[in-house]
């Protein structure tokens, strides 16, 4: 960046030299997880994704959130929806330690049919603090587990799962009740992370959304050799069997267990495992794209 009020761009949020500072903006909405919502009638969590998507981005780029605004489309007005998303966001805004500073529900029937919910999120960081924003060969990979599916990918995990199942139908495993409850599983917010990661010089992150697994390659231009990931949720393997998706698709659509990492100098990877609940996965090499257990992508 260069003089105050010029910008610039890192791979996750834009960033507005404002002096000292950079002020950071990242802007996301929940996707398709919205019709599980509301074929379950309950969306009560999905305002921790609306979240948790914008503030994670902020979180890959070394940038503090701290506050959202919110926008609420919908066809027609309903306390009962609207307070339940509410409920999200301000779960949401806590987990991630930032502030609802407004929002925005407009009624559109001519436009919209169900609902759409989306929303920014600004960050703040010292200059210093934000990432490099790109690895070095022998870094080491250090990652923290997702808690599912998390809010991409839901149009292949919907047309997968209901083939066989209606959502409210029971899931036919012991971690929920139901099959939208797998699909509903709220997106983990990382922002915890952020004061060990600056501390252990982490050169640079992503977080495991669009695209899957391919989201390691904003880390910079080299291959990505992937030994260890986090086991994969047992969610995962179900809406696999059920769409008979190949194992490259699963990759390059969903985290599998595995919703961000970090790339760290390999002396500096243990102790940052050890101050948080990470763990290595793999390492940084000469070359390009990512390998995951052989599994080319």
Request: hydrophobic share 40%; charged share 25%.
């Amino acid at each position: 960046a260069g003089a105050a009020g010029e910008g610039t761009d890192s791979d996750y949020a834009g960033l507005l030299d404002i002096g000292d500072r950079y002020l950071a903006l990242a802007t996301d909405g929940v996707g398709t997880k919205l019709l599980v919502a509301e074929a379950m009638g309950d969306y009560s969590t999905v305002g921790i994704d609306c979240i948790a998507m914008n503030a994670n981005d902020l979180v890959a780029a070394g940038v503090r959130p701290v506050a959202f605004v919110d926008y609420l489309a919908v066809d027609e007005p309903d306390e009962t929806f609207a307070e339940q998303i509410g409920q999200g966001l301000a779960a949401g805004a806590e987990a991630a330690d930032l502030e609802l500073v407004g929002g925005e529900t407009a009624v559109m029937p001519e436009v919209v049919k169900g609902l759409d919910l989306a929303g920014t999120c600004a960050g703040l960081a010292a200059k210093d603090a934000v990432f490099p924003g790109s690895a070095e060969v022998g870094d080491a990979l250090v990652g923290w587990e997702s808690s599912g599916i998390h809010s991409n990918g839901l149009t292949l995990a919907r047309e997968a799962v209901t083939q066989e199942y209606q959502y409210t139908d029971p899931y036919p495993g012991e971690r929920y009740d139901a099959v939208g409850d797998a699909l509903l599983e709220p997106t983990r917010i990382y922002t915890d992370l952020l004061d060990p990661m600056r501390e252990h010089g982490v050169r640079a992150a992503a977080h495991v959304t669009g695209g899957g697994w391919t989201n390691l390659e904003r880390l910079g231009d080299y291959h990505y050799e992937i030994d260890d990931p986090w086991p994969r949720q047992e969610v995962f393997d179900f809406v696999q069997d059920l769409g008979d998706v190949s194992d490259e698709e699963m990759h390059r659509t969903f985290n599998m267990g595995t919703g961000f990492v970090a790339a760290v100098d390999p002396e500096r990877a243990d102790s940052l495992v050890g101050e948080t609940d990470g763990r290595v996965i793999g390492q940084v090499e000469e070359g390009e794209g990512v390998s995951i257990r052989g599994l080319e992508l």
